[in-house]
């Protein structure tokens, strides 16, 4: 499975952005599909997760209420909208699958990168 990232950008604080994970040589379904976020100086954060099939959504404390995660089995793409954007949400994101029924994530993406201002 490839997975395309896309959608980051420069935006304001409190401005929203979408980001899409588009997949290849696969699908999302049955699997286990998440976001990651890297910023400089710090550790990989799992922002957000979903689970076979719309199940089992978790989200990081640092973005609930504010980020949602969602797939669309049809398009092959999985999603991150991202509300309320506050500078410390400035990183690098990445997508992430893994093998059917997994709990592991096998597949990542490049990022993409979101940069919010002050």
């Not at 991202?82 to 690098?92: I, Q, S």
Request: aromatic letters at 12%; hydrophobic letters at 35%.
């Amino acid at each position: 499975v490839q997975l395309q990232a896309s959608g980051g950008g420069l935006v304001q604080t409190g401005a929203s952005l979408r980001l899409s994970c588009a997949a290849s040589g696969g699908t999302f379904k049955s699997r286990l599909v998440g976001w990651f976020r890297q910023a400089i100086g710090k550790e990989r954060e799992n922002v957000a997760s979903i689970r076979w099939n719309n199940q089992n959504l978790q989200y990081a404390d640092s973005v609930k209420g504010r980020f949602t995660i969602s797939f669309d089995n049809a398009m092959n793409t999985a999603y991150l909208q991202m509300n309320n954007l506050k500078p410390e949400d400035t990183a690098l994101y990445y997508c992430a699958v893994g093998k059917q029924y997994s709990l592991q994530y096998s597949y990542w993406g490049q990022g993409t990168l979101v940069t919010v201002s002050s």
